[in-house]
């Protein structure tokens, strides 16, 4: 079993930065690959990147590529998105989430373990 607890969302205007962390807990935790989606309003969960247990390997999407980076810090059982040149859209609740598998995916069913989100709001 793992607990998933995401930190750092807020409000911060179009072009400025954000660091989200989420603390992993639980006897297993450092073996789980990692990802972190979002939710805008209204819309369905979108998969933003993840990344391997041993940190060593990340995979993005598209429409976040060259803005976000996950990395992993296996000594505090803590996976962080550091987002930069934040746009509007990028407005929603972002989660993250574990897979026991670990795997590096971007398909939502394939991770067991969620956190509860954080909410980020990008003003223009």
């Known amino acids: 079993q793992v607990q998933l607890v995401e930190s750092g969302g807020g409000l911060v205007q179009a072009g400025g930065s954000l660091r989200l962390s989420c603390a992993a807990s639980g006897r297993t935790a450092g073996s789980y690959s990692l990802g972190w989606f979002r939710r805008p309003l209204g819309k369905e969960r979108e998969f933003l990147a993840a990344i391997g247990n041993s940190s060593g390997n990340a995979y993005y999407a598209d429409p976040v590529k060259g803005r976000f980076t996950i990395s992993r810090d296996n000594a505090k059982n803590t996976v962080y998105l550091q987002m930069n040149n934040l746009k509007p859209e990028d407005t929603a609740v972002y989660y993250c989430?574990?897979?026991?598998?670990?795997?590096?995916?971007?398909?939502?069913?394939?991770?067991?373990?969620w956190g509860n989100g954080t909410l980020v709001i990008v003003s223009s």
């Open positions: 989430a574990a897979d026991r598998w670990a795997r590096i995916s971007p398909l939502i069913y394939e991770y067991e373990y």
